[in-house]
């Protein structure tokens, strides 16, 4: 746990913009609904976007293409 935060300081506005996509990606309805399935998200988050080179807009469509393929409720 303290790599995550050994990387630097998140900024506010930096946390509300993780926030926000977290709770937009798994609200969709093929994202695992498993409390599992969000820890491990919220961690790859931070992972691999530490603080200050996180920008929403350039890694919006990478986070949610990465959520699909890892974090996607499997087919019935």
Not at 36 to 58: G, H, I, Q
Request: proline residues 4%; charged residues 25%.
């Amino acid at each position: 746990m303290g790599d995550i935060f050994s990387k630097g300081t998140f900024e506010p506005e930096e946390l509300g913009a993780l926030q926000q996509i977290f709770t937009e990606v798994t609200s969709q309805p093929w994202f695992d609904q498993a409390n599992e399935a969000k820890v491990e998200f919220a961690k790859y988050l931070f992972e691999t976007f530490p603080a200050v080179s996180f920008d929403a807009r350039k890694h919006r469509s990478i986070i949610e293409a990465s959520a699909r393929m890892f974090y996607s409720r499997e087919a019935s």
